[in-house]
């Protein structure tokens, strides 16, 4: 094209990383190149300021909103050809637009940080295929996993969205495997999220006994030159099957096939920090977007899916009983009010222990609070150590000797003298994995209890050491929190205990009644999962409440069934949406006052009908010394919602206080702290 027969120049417009502008910058491409050789998808050398940054080519043209001689030239090209694909970009577009988050840090999330670096895209090492090519066959499917293999191959090549809703022990992995198969068959790739690093090595495990195909693995344990390489062999095709959380979603799969979520309903898939999207239902719109079926399963379904089967977008395949000749475990509740604990443990419980060791059997005990026990507090003058940047105490660590918070990480040698009146009549209150782990020890000398949480599995390789003792029977009481409460198959545990049902029965997150109810279900899976029927014992002093009752006589379904109704009738999600501004700073008066700032502008831009609650202070009102407030959008209809946030979130950025304090947009919150 050209004016005056002088050709124009190609204005290239990017994406910059770690700038939070909502908007494409523009710059010259070299004189004589070539448009071929300016391909969106590809990087680039930019001058910004002072410094150079990589950049990523979303755009060419031969029009700027601003002189061309104000325009500055890139610096160099990095790659002949594009490293993202159309369905990337579309997706990633999409993405930034849906979260309201800054074109560039989008484009970030989907590159490996070799990439974003301008590091070179030389695979470095393929992953090896297993040498046993006496691969583990397939199982003999019962009738409800083979409708759900057969329903869900039926519409390979064609978008649909499957909630695999499968009791825990009935056999999804198997349908996962015999689905992958069916795709690798067709040249095809396929993407598998789980939504915790620890559930990876065993259905990596699993999968190399089973495919003669690479297998690439992508999540934030593995060097930085791993996830390089696992992105390359899957954005080159060499590879056809990737396993990974939620940070692999962005991977690019040229050839994609087929997308399975393991665990749908866990909230570890919604990023908590910065570039804050849900990988299940960004899964959904790239599962969409590339025409390929979408599997969702677990034990417990988000009430988010189960709603979109209600309004028939997902189909629903339920897997209703477990695999093999595998019973359900039996759920007792044990109610210990009035009853005197050892550390935690009631009487009966310790005898149901001692039991089913007799038996050479294992138990797994569930307590979500590590360390030795959450206070410390002096019975002389009513002294309590808290943390002075949050608005927590100090959790102690004994074996470390120290005095923790768990919010910044902020960590003092343990005090045996109260340092408010020199009392040495400290006290440890509650009770944590650690504490736990000591009293179990004293009371079954003779047999190994193995603690899996957050400080015991720190060091490389600790837990993959844990999971094989475990497998091997040289652990005899395993003990732990999160980490142990989905997803693994441990055989010959028989026993499993809830040790503080309570402490998810009261809370002011409406999210709360859905994961405790979760969180039973996933723990008890643990129990029986082969030919021995397992036991579970939840131990608390509201064994009349009703989620309890509800769950136990009715099961997971019909407890979902009415939670559903119970959100219906308060009008809260999935019957509306919800975004979550948060703010905070060192000054206490800044946040408010911005917040409050962002309330006048979202009021003047005149939508109808959004509901604005706060400003009000986080349940954790103070934390890592930043005083910290939110604000709450809120409509029954999503459009509506995303209309005032498209006008919003831009001039937010404008606002002379969002210069003094950090902010962030949480659209779908997961977590209102």
């Not at 502008?21 to 010259?28: H, P």
């Not at 809830?498 to 009261?506: A, E, H, K, P, T």
């Not at 899976?525 to 939840?538: D, I, N, P, S, T």
Request: proline share 5%; with cysteine; aromatic share 6%.
């Amino acid at each position: 094209m050209t004016t005056n027969d002088i050709p124009l120049p190609f204005i290239l417009k990017v994406a910059i990383p770690a700038v939070p502008f909502f908007k494409l910058f523009e710059y010259l491409a070299p004189e004589d190149c070539p448009s071929e050789n300016l391909q969106a998808g590809i990087r680039l050398e930019v001058p910004f300021g002072k410094r150079s940054k990589i950049a990523f080519l979303i755009a060419i043209s031969t029009e700027s909103e601003y002189p061309i001689e104000k325009l500055k030239p890139i610096t160099r090209i990095i790659d002949d050809a594009p490293l993202l694909g159309c369905c990337d970009l579309k997706l990633l577009h999409w993405v930034a637009n849906y979260y309201h988050h800054p074109i560039g840090e989008v484009m970030s999330t989907a590159f490996p940080v070799a990439l974003r670096q301008g590091k070179d895209t030389i695979i470095k090492k393929l992953p090896k295929i297993s040498d046993n090519k006496t691969k583990t066959s397939p199982l003999i499917c019962n009738d409800a996993q083979q409708q759900a293999i057969d329903a869900i191959s039926a519409t390979l090549g064609e978008f649909n969205v499957f909630v695999l809703d499968g009791v825990t022990g009935s056999g999804k992995t198997e349908v996962y495997m015999q689905l992958i198969q069916t795709v690798l068959n067709r040249g095809q790739q396929i993407l598998v999220l789980v939504p915790e690093i620890t559930l990876t090595p065993q259905l990596q495990q699993r999968f190399e006994q089973r495919f003669s195909t690479h297998i690439a693995i992508s999540h934030s344990k593995i060097t930085d030159l791993q996830r390089k390489n696992a992105w390359l062999l899957m954005q080159s095709g060499v590879c056809s099957l990737l396993l990974g959380t939620r940070s692999a979603l962005f991977t690019p799969l040229p050839n994609i096939g087929l997308i399975i979520l393991d665990e749908e309903h866990d909230s570890s898939f919604k990023q908590q920090e910065g570039f804050r999207f849900s990988a299940r239902d960004v899964a959904v719109m790239r599962g969409k977007l590339a025409s390929v079926p979408v599997v969702l399963g677990s034990a417990t379904p988000s009430l988010e899916s189960l709603y979109n089967v209600k309004l028939q977008r997902y189909q629903h395949l339920q897997l209703p009983e477990r695999a093999g000749n595998a019973l359900p475990p039996l759920v007792q509740i044990l109610d210990i009010r009035q009853q005197k604990l050892q550390e935690g443990l009631s009487a009966k419980l310790v005898e149901e222990i001692a039991v089913t060791l007799a038996k050479n059997e294992q138990v797994l005990l569930f307590l979500n609070r590590r360390g030795f026990a959450p206070t410390l507090i002096c019975d002389g003058c009513g002294w309590v150590a808290r943390c002075v940047h949050c608005d927590a105490n100090l959790v102690i660590h004994r074996h470390k000797n120290l005095l923790r918070c768990h919010h910044c990480g902020t960590e003092h040698q343990l005090v045996s003298i109260c340092p408010a009146c020199q009392s040495n009549d400290l006290t440890s209150l509650g009770l944590g994995t650690e504490r736990l782990e000591s009293v179990l020890t004293h009371l079954f000398p003779d047999k190994v209890v193995l603690r899996l949480d957050r400080d015991s599995t720190q060091k490389k390789g600790a837990l993959d050491d844990f999971l094989a003792q475990i497998h091997a029977g040289d652990a005899h009481i395993i003990l732990g929190t999160q980490l142990l409460a989905k997803g693994h198959h441990f055989p010959s545990v028989t026993l499993v205990a809830i040790l503080d049902v309570d402490s998810g029965l009261f809370s002011t997150d409406f999210h709360s009644g859905e994961k405790l109810a979760q969180l039973i279900v996933q723990v008890s899976g643990r129990a029986g999962r082969e030919q021995k029927q397992g036991k579970v014992l939840l131990q608390t002093r509201q064994p009349d409440h009703s989620l309890l009752v509800e769950l136990l006589r009715d099961g997971y379904t019909k407890f979902a069934v009415l939670a559903l109704a119970e959100r219906e009738m308060a009008g809260l999600p999935p019957f509306s949406y919800q975004a979550l501004l948060r703010a905070h700073a060192e000054n206490e008066d800044m946040p408010i006052m911005f917040l409050q700032t962002v309330v006048e502008l979202a009021q003047s831009l005149n939508v109808q009908n959004v509901q604005i609650l706060g400003a009000i202070p986080a349940p954790m009102a103070r934390r890592a010394g930043q005083y910290r407030f939110q604000l709450l959008f809120q409509h029954t209809n999503r459009t509506a919602l995303h209309t005032l946030l498209k006008q919003l979130v831009p001039q937010i950025s404008t606002l002379k206080l969002a210069a003094k304090v950090r902010w962030s947009i949480d659209v779908d919150p997961v977590d209102l702290y």
